[in-house]
T-cell receptor
Framework: DAGVIQSPRHEVTEMGQEVTLRCKPI?????LFWYRQTMMRGLELLIY????????DSGMPEDRFSAKMPNASFSTLKIQPSEPRDSAVYFC????????????FGPGTRLTVL | AQSVAQPEDQVNVAEGNPLTVKCTYS??????LFWYVQYPNRGLQFLLK??????LVKGSYGFEAEFNKSQTSFHLKKPSALVSDSALYFC??????????????FGTGTRLQVTL
């Protein structure tokens, strides 16, 4: 298995532009998580899905952020409009719950908003 | 609410010496506990977990962790450190006694520096 796949690996954009981050979870995993990592705030859970349904989005910082999971093998995290304070590394992770509760992380997308 | 504390921002150890990275947790029910490692410019990598059973858990790369319920701790250990172990280590907890049982709470991370 290729593991969790994220694209792009690096994104540089200007303030006000729309940014879309993509994630392909491990096949067969029924949970998908989006995290954000910064030096100041550490690792923050933004939102997670179970069987493609959003379960908890309380970590989404504001309405500029949205996430979707149209099917079991694909999820997006969108920021519109982007701001410099959104600069961070965004990770996607997936897991099974029963029997194997550990989460497996993708390599992350490093977002820089100028 | 569940929480994790990693009291040390950084741990320094000489290669060949034993290492310990500390973690304490707080949950309302029974915990699932995890350790992850993050190398520079990489995602978090699963090391080991405690769910139930033996309090001493063995994981990848020679790491182990000891679950101590009375002290609510889950310290990461390795008998002999390697320079290649230098990385950022995260402890995480999942409270299986709550309705949000699939949610992991991560600590702030401890940077391990192993020197020759």
């Amino acid at each position: 298995d290729a593991g969790v796949i994220q694209s792009p690996r690096h994104e540089v954009t200007e303030m006000g532009q729309e940014v879309t981050l993509r994630c392909k979870p491990i096949s067969g995993h029924d949970y998908l998580f989006w995290y954000r990592q910064t030096m100041m705030r550490g690792l923050e859970l933004l939102i997670y899905f179970n069987n493609n349904v959003p379960i908890d989005d309380s970590g989404m910082p504001e309405d500029r952020f949205s996430a979707k999971m149209p099917n079991a093998s694909f999820s997006t995290l969108k920021i519109q409009p982007s701001e410099p304070r959104d600069s961070a590394v965004y990770f996607c992770a997936s897991s099974l719950v029963l029997g194997h509760p550990e989460q497996f992380f993708g390599p992350g997308t490093r977002l820089t908003v100028l | 609410a569940q929480s994790v504390a990693q009291p040390e921002d950084q741990v320094n150890v000489a290669e060949g010496n034993p290492l310990t990275v500390k973690c304490t947790y707080s949950v309302s029910g029974n915990p699932y506990l995890f350790w992850y490692v993050q190398y520079p410019n990489r995602g978090l990598q699963f090391l080991l977990k405690y769910i139930t059973g033996d309090n001493l858990v063995k994981g990848s790369y020679g790491f182990e962790a000891e679950f101590n319920k009375s002290q609510t701790s889950f310290h990461l250990k390795k008998p002999s450190a390697l320079v290649s172990d230098s990385a950022l280590y995260f402890c995480a907890v999942r409270d299986i006694g709550t309705g949000n049982a699939s949610k992991l709470t991560f600590g702030t991370g401890t940077r391990l520096q192993v020197t020759l």
